[in-house]
């Protein structure tokens, strides 16, 4: 079945930091790719998407490119801030909304 | 509301109650989305509905569980005889459209399930 690995936190920086949280997926198609984030206290939150190889997603200074050769949604911010602390989660979904999510990696941002 | 509303926030039950927990979607939205967190882990899919039509509950992980959105708005998510490995948080999401390519998902905060 599908499945998404992502690696395993806490991340731990500092401000302003380079970020990359790594996802890599299984899928038996051609999946859409989603980092959801969940600040604390609160829901998730679709942080960024792409539904074809190649593509990128960006949103608030994040992005990951969907790279097909690699199965591989990676997560990638050039300069973090304290306000970045959260659980961010990487999934997928083929054709269909039910999403498979990974296991999230907490990041924690230092000032 | 603005977004999706969940209730409770947290729910304490021995095992062996039943429980059940709420949720309001956003005002019009067609789909609605179940999903179980256990700490630590991902949200894992339980079941969805398309209106009030309940079009998978692959999901479901016995049969002690029972969703249902009788007018396609509120939905419940019943747990008949709780045990302790039903203790995660249960979220709700639901979004404006059926299922394409990718369509948004707003979630509610979820309800907190403790099994003593």
């Known amino acids: 079945g599908d499945s998404v690995t992502q690696m395993e936190g806490p991340v731990t920086l500092s401000e302003e930091a380079f970020l990359t949280i790594n996802c890599t997926y299984t899928?038996?198609?051609?999946?859409?790719l989603f980092w959801y984030v969940q600040y604390p206290g609160e829901g998730l939150q679709l942080l960024l998407k792409?539904?074809?190889?190649?593509d990128k997603g960006s949103n608030k200074g994040f992005e990951a490119t969907y790279r097909k050769e690699t199965t591989s949604f990676h997560l990638e911010k050039g300069s973090v801030q304290v306000s970045d602390s959260a659980v961010y989660f990487c999934?997928?979904?083929?054709?269909?909304?039910?999403?498979?999510f990974g296991t999230g990696t907490r990041l924690l941002v230092s000032p | 509301g603005a977004g999706v509303s969940q209730s409770p926030r947290y729910k304490v039950a021995k095992r062996g109650q039943d429980v059940a927990l709420r949720c309001d979607p956003i005002?019009?939205?067609?789909?609605l989305f179940w999903y179980q967190q256990a700490l630590g882990q991902g949200p894992e899919f339980l079941t969805y509905?398309?209106?009030?039509?309940?079009?998978?509950k692959s999901g479901l992980p016995s049969d002690r569980f029972f969703a249902e959105r009788p007018e396609g708005s509120v939905s419940t998510l019943k747990i008949q005889r709780t045990q302790q490995e039903d203790s995660a948080v249960y979220l709700c999401?639901?979004?404006?459209?059926?299922?394409?390519?990718?369509?948004?998902?707003?979630f509610g905060s979820g309800t907190q399930l403790s099994v003593l």
């Open positions: 999934a997928l979904s083929e054709g269909f909304q039910k999403l498979v």
């Open positions: 999401a639901s979004s404006a459209m059926p299922p394409g390519a990718g369509e948004k998902l707003f």
């Open positions: 792409a539904t074809k190889a190649d």
């Open positions: 509905f398309q209106n009030e039509a309940q079009l998978d």
């Open positions: 899928a038996t198609g051609y999946p859409s």
């Open positions: 005002s019009g939205h067609v789909s």
